[in-house]
């Protein structure tokens, strides 16, 4: 049963290949060490019954949206009224739709005159300091910011109110044994958008909010070769997934009106699967000094199917999203030190799917600091352990304590900060 099931994803995905359009992808599962790692699969015997852990971060900003949404976004409106202020007179006129459209709750706003001077005169007055613009009480001009984003009108630095908020909550269980392992887990998801005042999509057409669901699992093998000290490794990762995304400004305007579900109505959600496989060597230099070689996604594929709101109250109706997603191949060198109580890793890696990123998305930049992975141990004692971690722009401070884990981290770019907890069985 399991062969076929495996066969029939295949199927899928290589029939949906030959006729989707390819585009890179992102995803965001926490992986077992062993995952990544399959060489170390024959070194490695672990069994969990049942493991749940809960991940959350979110920016400074983000937090203050959160607390209050009005307030903040008025530092916002006060730099959206001096940038308009501030365009030049073809701007104005290349706008004014977009801005009339923003502020068509306000009755006030200028209509357009005899001529376009009178249109940009109009325009400036009402954004002037001291002018109609001022006069709008906090709630309103916060309404006016959200709808210029929605808009696509956005005239703010790229730092301006960073988001960068995450939610997860995973459950998993799984062992290790004789060089064969195993997990499932499921993850309940939020991934927010970089910036708050922005319309971020993703390279995979989707917004830069996400949120939903993600079944899946892991299996590999890993063997010894040559004189025990060489191992050989492949993993396979099986997923279904139940997501939707976002604009920034439905998530505002959510916030603001207090009812954050109001956005789910005109949005589209997708059902998809999808499968990742991994492969890797590991040599254990000495009992201290261990290298290892992988070769993750290859190939790293999904498919999707979707559906409206309307779709639900209609015939149910689900079409195939025509385009077929895959996480970008990559290599990686990860050196491992134990001495006694000490371990540590570095790892080089994300390198070469970088590179596929800048090749396949017009406008993406290499993201440089994931090119390092660091982490540290040190055990106080038998069970517990505290341990420091710095990937991907983040750097995090942990302890573990028999089945405990707790967490806290912070990104070096903005500033923003997570917590995160778990307990293993």
């Not at 992102?26 to 852990?53: C, M, Y």
């Not at 309940?188 to 917004?207: I, K, N, V, W």
């Not at 499968?275 to 000495?286: E, F």
């Not at 559906?307 to 191949?329: K, R």
Request: with cysteine; aromatic share 16%.
């Amino acid at each position: 049963m399991r062969k076929l099931c495996f066969a029939a994803a295949i199927s899928i995905l290589v029939s949906s290949m030959l006729y989707a359009a390819a585009v890179p992808i992102q995803n965001f599962r926490d992986q077992e060490q062993w995952v990544k790692h399959p060489g170390l699969l024959p070194f490695t015997e672990e069994s969990i019954a049942f493991d749940v852990s809960a991940d959350f971060g979110n920016s400074i900003d983000g937090f203050r949206f959160l607390s209050d949404p009005v307030g903040t976004l008025q530092k916002a409106a006060d730099y959206f009224a001096d940038a308009v202020f501030s365009m030049s007179d073809e701007e104005i006129l290349g706008t004014y739709d977009v801005l009339s459209d923003s502020f068509s709750f306000d009755p006030a706003f200028p209509k357009r005159g005899n001529t376009d001077s009178e249109t940009v005169y109009f325009v400036r007055d009402y954004f002037r300091s001291g002018g109609r613009f001022d006069s709008l009480d906090d709630a309103n001009k916060a309404r006016g910011v959200a709808s210029s984003v929605r808009n696509g009108l956005a005239p703010y630095p790229d730092k301006f109110l960073t988001g960068a908020m995450y939610l997860d909550f995973r459950m998993s269980g799984g062992k290790v044994h004789n060089g064969f392992g195993w997990d499932w887990n499921v993850d309940f998801f939020f991934d927010g958008a970089e910036s708050l005042l922005t319309q971020p999509m993703r390279p995979d057409h989707r917004y830069g909010n996400e949120f939903g669901v993600t079944f899946g699992g892991d299996v590999g093998y890993g063997a010894l070769l040559l004189d025990d000290r060489l191992s050989l490794g492949i993993t396979a990762s099986p997923q279904m997934y139940f997501r939707t995304s976002f604009l920034n400004a439905d998530y505002i305007e959510g916030r603001l009106s207090g009812n954050p579900f109001m956005l789910l109505a005109s949005n589209v959600f997708y059902l998809g699967i999808g499968l990742d496989v991994n492969a890797g060597l590991l040599y254990r230099i000495d009992d201290n000094l261990s290298v290892a070689f992988d070769l993750r996604h290859i190939p790293s594929l999904q498919t999707a199917w979707y559906f409206t709101a309307d779709d639900l109250l209609g015939s149910f109706t689900f079409h195939h999203d025509g385009i077929l997603y895959y996480e970008p191949f990559d290599a990686a060198a990860t050196l491992f030190m134990d001495y006694g109580k000490i371990h540590a890793s570095v790892e080089i890696s994300n390198i070469i799917s970088e590179a596929i990123w800048v090749a396949a998305v017009p406008g993406w930049r290499m993201d440089y600091w994931s090119f390092v992975t660091l982490g540290f141990g040190y055990d106080l004692r038998e069970d517990l352990t505290l341990y420091t971690k710095y990937e991907r722009r983040t750097l995090s401070l942990g302890v573990e304590y028999k089945g405990f884990t707790a967490e806290i981290s912070s990104r070096l770019d903005i500033a923003a900060f997570g917590i995160k907890a778990g307990y293993a069985f």
